[in-house]
């Protein structure tokens, strides 16, 4: 049986981990709005990121 604490931690762990995720997936669509803004390449880098 799992512990309240090791369930407490995982979540915590999967929360923060998707989190970062959500957070450099967002600069690096920003990164390549400002280098080149192009629909064709954000389509490529969402393709590349699901």
């Known amino acids: 049986m799992i ?3 090791a369930a ?3 979540l915590f762990l999967f929360f ?3 989190t970062s995720l959500m957070g450099e997936y ?3 669509e920003g990164n390549i709005r400002f ?4 629909h064709k390449v ?3 880098l969402r ?4």
């Open 42 to 44: 954000i389509l490529v």
């Open 35 to 38: 280098v080149k803004d192009d």
């Open 47 to 50: 393709i590349l990121t699901t």
């Open 3 to 5: 512990s309240w604490a």
């Open 26 to 28: 967002a600069m690096s």
């Open 16 to 18: 923060f981990a998707f």
């Open 8 to 10: 407490t931690i995982s």
